[in-house]
């Protein structure tokens, strides 16, 4: 039902049409960029980097001068790089569409500037993308009457006196002062004088607030939901893995699994969260579309730390559970554009809920900064390590090669037992890949569960 709302009002909107797809990587157009073909669009793309996976069958360029050492740099890069382009990737575009009137369609989460003249369609506000900022988000918490751990949002200089106060252990946000950021990318755990120093050194050239909270033990989740004009879509709680590199103070963000199960009552009370957010939002900023809570589920319970305002791994795996032929983004387009009927949406997060439910996954991306060769690895998780099987054998193939921030290593394993963190399997990639294809990942600390 969904793919075919979608797809017919896809249709409407493209058949006949050019289309522009710009993000940072050539393998995340793919699956999008067929879509559109075969609706009818004449569909062209602009790229940071080709990455890992099946290549489009569209053209595309790929724009300079955006190397970057992590995801969020390679995004960073992309999105200068769209502001200011090379005059001969303009020449190209004007030579499809000399009109300038082509949808741009964006594959990045970023709000970006329109690409030589031509529109974004389908773009979230800019007030929406501010919700990202982590020193701001309390503020919503507390107006939809959420329970928070405590938090000191204070100036970059005053925050080892916040350290202190919340008693040494503590994790530090920098706000967008140099632009928005996710996958715990300005995010570090401060639990020493020296991760104190260290810290102030990294955030001085990004940030001039800093949001600071205690250190929370407990598996790191989040909860989503989708917002329609009538009504609100609530899925179910998602492990997020999450890495710890404790000498450096990271964490390191490794996707996300469906196999953690929280206690009953600790599912529902996410979802009442979610909800309270989404009607929130509505209420107040006309929000429409997907978005996810982060957080920590602790000794007293969830408690949130972030709202990605955006289509989420985690969203985007439940979504894709129910619609795996479908670019989900697409699906945020038409809404935000009033191209779709939302009432066709009704009962999404329900199906999806019971699709998760029913499919337990773990979808693990880690980067490193040493060279990879391509390569993909057939394996086996014993529940304990991850190991090389023959082929008929394999759970999953690991996959590396390159991506935006140097070099990825993919796998997805499905049918995972149910009920416990995944965040030893996540860990146990890592070893793999470091062992096996000469990725650089530290040997990581892993959450407890401690509301089990």
């Known amino acids: 039902m969904v793919s075919e709302a979608v797809r017919s009002a896809l249709s409407r909107v493209v058949g006949g049409r050019r289309v522009l797809l710009a993000g940072d990587v050539a393998a995340a157009q ?47 890069a992309f999105e200068r790089a769209v502001a200011d382009l ?36 389908g773009q979230r506000p800019a007030e929406w993308a501010a919700l990202e900022d982590k020193t701001i988000i309390d503020a919503v918490w507390d107006a939809a009457g959420i ?11 005053m925050a080892p006196s916040a350290h202190r106060a919340l008693g040494g252990n503590t994790v530090w946000s920098a706000d967008n002062t140099a632009g928005w950021h996710g996958g ?133 795996l439940q979504l894709g559970l129910i619609a795996d032929d479908l670019p989900v983004g697409t699906l945020t387009h038409l809404l935000l554009e009033g191209d779709l009927d939302a009432t066709l949406l ?20 880690l980067h490193s900064l040493e060279p990879l060769d391509d390569a993909e690895v057939p394996v086996a998780w014993t529940g304990s390590d991850v190991v090389e099987v023959a082929e008929e054998d394999a759970k999953a193939v690991v996959r590396a090669g390159t991506a935006p921030s140097g070099w990825v290593v993919m796998a997805r394993f499905e049918d995972v037992p149910a009920g416990p963190s995944l965040a030893p399997l996540a860990r146990a990639v890592a070893r793999f890949a470091s062992d096996r294809l000469g990725a650089r990942h530290d040997d990581y600390e892993i959450p407890a569960d401690v509301r089990a």
């Open 184 to 316: 715990a990318a300005r995010v570090r755990w401060v639990h020493s004088q020296e991760a104190v120093e260290r810290t102030l050194a990294e955030f001085a050239p990004i940030a001039e607030m800093v949001r600071v909270m205690p250190f929370l033990e407990g598996i790191p989740c989040s909860i989503h939901a989708y917002v329609l004009p009538d009504a609100i879509e609530v899925f179910r709680p998602i492990e997020m893995l999450i890495l710890r590199d404790r000498p450096n103070g990271r964490f390191e963000y490794a996707s996300v699994g469906t196999g953690w199960d929280p206690r009953p009552d600790d599912r529902e009370h996410m979802r009442g969260v979610a909800r309270a957010v989404a009607e929130h939002l509505r209420a107040t900023m006309g929000y429409l579309g997907g978005f996810s809570i982060d957080g920590v589920m602790t000794v007293d319970g969830f408690r949130p730390t972030e709202l990605n305002p955006r289509l989420s791994a985690g969203l985007g």
């Open 147 to 157: 329970t928070r751990a405590p938090a000191h949002i204070v100036p970059l200089a």
């Open 30 to 76: 793919t699956l999008k960029g067929a879509l559109l073909a075969e609706m009818g669009a004449d569909v062209r793309g602009i790229v940071a980097r080709e990455g890992t996976g099946e290549l489009p069958a569209h053209e595309y360029r790929m724009l300079g001068g955006v190397a970057s050492a992590s995801i969020m740099d390679g995004i960073w």
């Open 86 to 121: 090379p005059d001969a990737v303009v020449a190209w575009l004007d030579a499809w569409d000399p009109d300038r009137s082509a949808l741009v369609m964006p594959t990045t989460p970023s709000v970006l500037p329109p690409i030589a003249g031509r529109r974004m369609y």
């Open 346 to 365: 009704h009962g999404l997060g329900e199906r999806a809920v019971e699709a998760s439910d029913a499919m337990r996954i773990a979808r693990v991306v």
